[in-house]
């Protein structure tokens, strides 16, 4: 077996997290493989928002100039009533004078693309499932089971989802993701003219959100509560029933998708936080560490960062297990925090009663009458982070 010194690592999952994961080690001048079970690197997904913490990652990267080039401008984000009231707004312009950065939203095609063009040819490995056999420590290698046999690795970025066999590997104990509640749709769907407005509509247990991209397309994605497993015959009528009475665009943006590109997907989350997110030489990174609804558009935006955090830590030289713990320190706080505000956030949108509805949107009313830079102050706790100057830098 190899000896520990050459210090390769290996990425299970090719999503954002670990292709991002694979970026970060690779500019750190450490070795990379990534292992992707399924055949080819084709987003699971439609669309992404990029928020002002994510992009900065992405700049740590080299990514983040091309992303932000591909997201469509748009005037205003906010929240309306499905009869088409406003009933809180932002300017995006104060938005990003505000942090600097713009909520790019783009298609998470572009995103793979992205960082699959900034690695070297032969990173990524597709129709490759990996499996940790031996987490390792700090005297032997971690051992990774592929296809073409048992491999050694100093470290092993872990990014292989809400349903992590690796996380179950290292913490048998925890009780693994809980279901929320919810069901979602996306769909990405080609309108004749752009929707003058974007952002979210909240009704009785349920939201729609319109999401423009820059090349004329457009974004939807939507959810509802409804018991964990439940399929309708055709998902592409079920939304058309569920938001066909709720205000324009949204019915006449649902017509226009094509049904049998509608994916459907009920919404897990880890709201029991995990003891660590790495056990011997093994990182537990995005759906794998930190699962989490998605009502603040910061699932994937997280495991950005952690890749940003992980690969901050190390050098090529210097053994990985002894920077884990620091890993450990520096993302469990920050992550555990935004899955317990997305999960609120959550159980804002789950209300359905109509004397709870109204509450709702009253406060929601009181709320677009504050100082812009006030309700800006709100995202601050997570739109402010900065990615951490790498090992061996100021």
């Not at 048998?172 to 996306?186: K, Q």
């Not at 752009?194 to 349920?206: D, L, M, Q, S, V």
């Not at 939304?239 to 994916?263: I, K, Y």
């Not at 690969?311 to 090529?316: Q, R």
Request: proline share 10%; glycine share 10%.
């Amino acid at each position: 077996m190899p000896p520990i010194g050459l210090h390769r690592a290996i990425v299970i999952g090719g999503g954002i997290g670990g292709l991002t994961a694979a970026l970060a080690l690779h500019r750190q001048g450490i070795p990379v493989t990534v292992h992707e079970r399924a055949a080819s690197l084709e987003p699971v997904g439609a669309g992404l928002a990029l928020a002002p913490n994510a992009l900065r990652a992405l700049d740590r990267l080299g990514v983040g100039p091309r992303l932000r080039a591909l997201a469509a401008p748009h005037p205003a984000i906010g929240v309306r009533h499905p009869s088409g009231r406003w009933l809180a707004r932002t300017s995006t312009a104060a938005l990003e004078a505000y942090f600097g950065d713009p909520v790019a939203a783009v298609a998470r095609a572009e995103v793979i693309a992205a960082l699959v063009d900034a690695l070297p040819e032969g990173t990524v490995r597709t129709g490759s499932p990996a499996t940790v056999v031996d987490p390792g420590d700090d005297r032997q290698p971690a051992v990774v089971r592929t296809t073409d046999g048992d491999r050694p690795a100093a470290l092993v970025v872990a990014a292989d989802g809400i349903r992590s066999a690796t996380r179950g590997l290292l913490f048998p104990e925890h009780p693994g993701p809980r279901y929320s509640g919810f069901t979602t749709w996306r769909v990405i769907v080609t309108p004749d003219r752009r929707p003058a407005t974007a952002g979210e509509i909240w009704g009785p247990g349920r939201l729609v959100g319109i999401v423009p991209l820059a090349d004329g397309r457009v974004y939807l994605y939507a959810a509802t509560l409804a018991p964990a497993g439940a399929r309708a015959a055709s998902e592409h009528a079920e939304l058309q029933r569920l938001f066909g009475d709720w205000c324009s665009p949204v019915p006449q943006l649902f017509a226009l998708a094509d049904p049998d590109r509608v994916l459907r997907n009920d919404i897990w989350d880890l709201s029991d936080p995990l003891p660590a997110h790495h056990h011997g030489r093994v990182a537990l990174l995005g759906d794998a560490a930190h699962a989490m609804s998605p009502f603040l558009g910061q699932g994937a935006c997280q495991a950005i960062e952690d890749a940003v955090v992980l690969a901050s830590l190390l050098t090529p030289t210097a053994d990985p297990v002894a920077a884990l713990p620091a890993y450990t320190a520096a993302r469990l706080p920050r992550t555990t925090a935004v899955v317990t505000a997305s999960r609120r956030t959550g159980a804002l949108i789950a209300l359905h009663t109509p004397a709870a509805t109204l509450l709702r949107t009253t406060a929601l009313t009181l709320a677009g009458l504050l100082p812009t830079r006030t309700l800006l102050r709100r995202s601050a706790p997570i739109y402010d982070w900065q990615p951490p100057a790498p090992a061996g830098q100021g």
